[in-house]
């Protein structure tokens, strides 16, 4: 046994516990999510609702920053924003700068949709994090931030902070309107 091996053990049965939190998190969360979509729209499934939250935080935009932003291709994009549409949740417009482009938006349906589940969703977050002991909470907080940071997904932040972390460089809609990735040089990606 190498001096190092302890160390390294502890590590292990540490990356291990927080895996398992981790983990026993997401599942927690999903449920959430999936009672909060349940209670709202039982048409729709998970993956569509998050395509959906993603053209309502940061739309209108080409399916291409939609499939980028879901960590899909863009053909599983085009499907759910098919679906979408079908269910009068999406709209498809062309981009007046570039006829070739389409623009994808959520409908006042849509964003609707999206505002109750969420408003489900975070009372019932809410009620959670309100039986947990003060100074958990503060802990809490401090670990997911550290968490998201570390993954490079969006964070809590306006409109045009979502835009920015997506790499969504410009606004289909008004070409003369730059998005705020369009005065990075390009340097954000679709995941920060």
């Known amino acids: 046994m190498t001096p190092y091996e302890p160390a390294y053990q ?18 927690l969360f999903v449920a959430i999510s999936a009672r909060a979509l349940a209670s709202t729209a ?3 499934t998970l993956p569509q609702l998050r ?5 309502d ?19 599983t994009a085009l499907r759910m924003v098919g679906r979408l549409e079908g269910l009068g949740l999406a709209d498809r417009r062309t981009n007046p700068g570039n006829r070739r ?8 349906a849509g964003h ?11 009372a ?3 009620g959670l994090v309100q039986r947990l002991p003060t100074e958990d909470r503060a802990a809490l907080v401090s670990a997911l931030h550290a968490l998201t940071t570390a993954a490079g997904e ?4 306006p409109y045009d902070t979502a835009r920015a972390v997506h790499g969504i460089a410009d606004t289909p809609l008004d070409p003369a309107r730059p998005g705020p990735a369009a005065t990075d040089g390009g340097r954000a990606g679709p995941h920060g």
């Open 57 to 75: 935080t940061c739309g209108p935009v080409k399916l291409v920053a939609l499939a980028a932003a879901l960590g899909v291709n863009p053909s």
């Open 124 to 126: 019932e977050i809410r």
């Open 154 to 157: 969006t964070g809590v932040g």
């Open 101 to 108: 482009e389409v623009a994808l938006s959520p409908t006042p």
């Open 10 to 27: 502890a590590l292990d049965r540490e990356a291990e516990e927080l895996s398992a939190a981790v983990m026993a998190a997401c599942r």
């Open 51 to 55: 395509a959906l939250v993603v053209l």
């Open 42 to 44: 039982d048409s729709l």
């Open 112 to 122: 609707e949709l999206v505002t109750r589940v969420l408003a489900h969703r975070r």
